[in-house]
Each structure stands twice: as C-alpha cells, then as structure tokens.
C-alpha cells in the first residue's frame, strides 16, 4: 500500500473539512484507534526523546512554530512511512533504519 494508505488506515493522515470556497480545519481521525493509541505512546515514550533523526525533526517542527500535538502526529506518521518502507524491501528493524531512513 501507498505511505496515504497506510497513514488514512491508521487514522493519521489529514482530512480536509473543505467545502466550495470554505476551507476548514484539517484534524486526524478514522483508522484504527487502538494502532494509533499504540503509536501515540510509542512516539511519545520512546520515539521524540531516543531516536536521533525523529527527535531532529520533531525539534524542528517545533521551532517552525507547529503545535507540540501537531509534531507529535508528524512524527507518528513518519513511523508509518518508515515501517511502510520496511514491508515493502522485507527488511527487518536495524538501528541504522532510523538515522538513515531506509536510504
């Protein structure tokens, strides 16, 4: 599946409230609430503070003025993106997954 697909499965992707002319907020929801309460505890357990290249990017988006809740849920859904990748090559988790990105 696509890194949307896997982010709308979990209930992290945003979703527009747009209509006609009308632009409205974008808010995470749908998926499976119990992968994202998992994910959310993870992200903030271990995640923000451990891991060297999400907690760069969770830091930056902070300093970009982005609410800490809103980094959070980036973050989360980098997770997604990252373990995404994972399936896709059939690799399994190496430490270097995370600094490197799967690149």
Known sequence: MTDKQA???????PINRDSGK????RAIGGGRPGVRRVLYMATMGAATRNNARLKSIYKRLLAAGK????AI?????????????MIKSNQ???????????T
Do not use: F
Request: glycine share 8%; aromatic share 6%.
């Open 67 to 70: 609410k800490p809740k809103v």
């Open 73 to 85: 849920v980036a973050i989360m859904r980098k997770i997604i993106v990252i373990l995404n990748a």
């Open 22 to 25: 009308q632009q409205g907020y």
């Open 7 to 13: 982010a709308a499965l979990v209930g992290v992707a």
């Open 92 to 102: 399994t988790w190496r430490a270097d997954h995370a600094v490197t990105g799967l």
